[in-house]
C-alpha cells in the first residue's frame, strides 16, 4: 500500500511541476496597421518555450497595454485611439484565455498608455492627453466614468517631443501607498499618496523628482527589495538609479546610458524589466538601436552591464519575462512578431530560441496564472 501511495504521489508531483510550467501570455496589439482582434491569449510553456493560442477578443481598437486583476479574473485594457481612447473591463476566464466584454468608459484625454489596477480602481497614464485618471472598479468587474483627472502642466526643452506634458507611466509603491508616475514632457517623475477608498481624491501629490532635462522619462521599476528604482528615459536613452524609501522619496544614486557606444542612427528607449529573482535588469531600445540591455543588479542597487542583445526586429515597444524566468518574450510593433529567447538564470544572458509568435503589431505582453 506504501509503495501505491508513493506512485501516486510521485505522479501527482510530476502533474503538478508540469502544470506549474504553464502560463497564459496575453498580449495588447495596435489594429489600425494591420489586422487584429485585440487581445490575444496564449497559453506558454515555460519549460520548453512552446506556445499556443488560446484565445482573443473581438473588434477591439488598440488595446496596446493591459492590466490584469490581482484574482486573475478581469483585465483591463487602454484602447488608444487619439482623440476617441477609452478605457476598456473584460472578464477573464484564465483555463481557457477567454475575453468576455464588459465596459468602456471615455479616458477623458488622448493615446492613454499605461494602466494599473487594484481592488478598488483602475489608475491610467494619457500621454497626449498628458493627464492622469482613476476609475472605480464596480462589483462586477466593470469600470464606472472617470472619478478623479489630474492634468499636468508645462513642457521641455525638446520642441518636437516635448511640447507639452506626456504622462507615460503609473506604477503603485510596492507597498501600494503612493503612485509614481513619469512624465515624458516635463523630465518629472510624480510621486502621489494613494487613497484608494477615497471618492475622487484617490490620487493627492506628495511632490516630484526632476531628471536630466531633454531626456524624457518613460518607464520605471522598482527593485525586488522596494529600495531602489530604475528608470528609462526614451529621448536619449539615460538609465537612472534612485533610492526609495517607504515615506515615497526618490534620491538619484547614479545615470549611465544604454545607447551602445560609437552608435549612430535614431534611438528610442521603451520598456525596462527585472527577472523574478531580482538579480538582473533588461532595457530595451527602438529606434535604428533595437537591441536588450542586460544589467547584474548589486546587492548596494547599482548596476553592471552584463551583455547588449540584438531582439532580430524592428519596434521593440514591450518584453516580459515569464514567471519562472526561464525566457524573455520581445514583442516587435513593426516586424509583427514576438521573439522568444531562452535566458540563462545565472548570467542573466538572452539566447534566440528561433520560435516566434507571429501577431500584428504586438504592444503590450502580460504573464499570468492559468
Known amino acids: 500500500m506504501k509503495k501505491l501511495y508513493l ?15 504553464k502560463f497564459n501570455l496575453l498580449v495588447g496589439t495596435y489594429t489600425n496597421t494591420c489586422p487584429s482582434n485585440g487581445i490575444y491569449v496564449y497559453e506558454f510553456n515555460a519549460a520548453s518555450g512552446d506556445f499556443k493560442l488560446k484565445n ?8 496596446s497595454y493591459l492590466s490584469v486583476s490581482a484574482n486573475n479574473k478581469f483585465v483591463y485594457a487602454v484602447n488608444e485611439n487619439g482623440t476617441q481612447s477609452a478605457v476598456s473591463a473584460f472578464g477573464f476566464d484564465a483555463a481557457s484565455g477567454k475575453l468576455k466584454f464588459l465596459n468602456t468608459n471615455d479616458a477623458l484625454g488622448a493615446d492613454p498608455c499605461h494602466l494599473i489596477n487594484d481592488d478598488k480602481n483602475v489608475i491610467v497614464a494619457n500621454y497626449s492627453g498628458g493627464s492622469i485618471v482613476v476609475f472605480k472598479k464596480n462589483a462586477d468587474g466593470s469600470i464606472t466614468t472617470v472619478q478623479q483627472l489630474i492634468q499636468h502642466e508645462g513642457k521641455g526643452p525638446n520642441a518636437a517631443r516635448q511640447e507639452k506634458a506626456h ?6 509603491s510596492p507597498d501600494k501607498k503612493f503612485v ?5 514632457g516635463l523630465d518629472k517623475v510624480f510621486i502621489y ?29 522598482f527593485s525586488k527589495d522596494g529600495k531602489f528604482v530604475y528608470l528609462i528615459q526614451e529621448l536619449d536613452g539615460t538609465l537612472t538609479t534612485f533610492s526609495y524609501d517607504k515615506s515615497g522619496s526618490l534620491k538619484l544614486l547614479n545615470e549611465t546610458n544604454i545607447i551602445p557606444k560609437d552608435f549612430k542612427g535614431a534611438n528610442s528607449s521603451a520598456a525596462i524589466k527585472i527577472s523574478p529573482d531580482g538579480n538582473f535588469l533588461y532595457v530595451s531600445d527602438r529606434g535604428d538601436v533595437n537591441s536588450i540591455s542586460v544589467y547584474k543588479i548589486q546587492k548596494n542597487g547599482s548596476i553592471e552591464l552584463v551583455e547588449q542583445q540584438s531582439t ?11 514567471p519562472s524566468g526561464n525566457y524573455l518574450l520581445v514583442g516587435h510593433q513593426y516586424t509583427n512578431d514576438i521573439i522568444i529567447f531562452k535566458r540563462d538564470l545565472t548570467t ?21 496564472k492559468i
Open 7 to 21: 506512485v501516486l504521489f510521485s505522479a501527482l508531483a510530476v502533474i503538478s511541476a508540469k502544470a506549474q510550467n
Open 348 to 368: 542573466g544572458k538572452l539566447t534566440d530560441t528561433g520560435k516566434r509568435i507571429e501577431l500584428c503589431s504586438p504592444v503590450g505582453l502580460v504573464f499570468t
Open 167 to 172: 504622462v507615460h507611466m503609473v506604477v503603485f
Open 180 to 184: 509614481l508616475s513619469n512624465d515624458l
Open 312 to 322: 532580430l526586429g524592428k519596434g521593440p515597444r514591450d518584453f516580459a519575462i515569464d
Open 56 to 63: 482573443s477578443s473581438e473588434n477591439v481598437i488598440s488595446p
Open 193 to 221: 499618496k494613494y487613497n484608494p477608498d477615497a471618492k475622487n481624491e484617490i490620487l493627492t501629490l506628495k511632490g516630484s523628482v526632476d531628471v536630466k532635462a531633454g531626456s524624457g522619462p518613460r518607464h520605471l521599476t
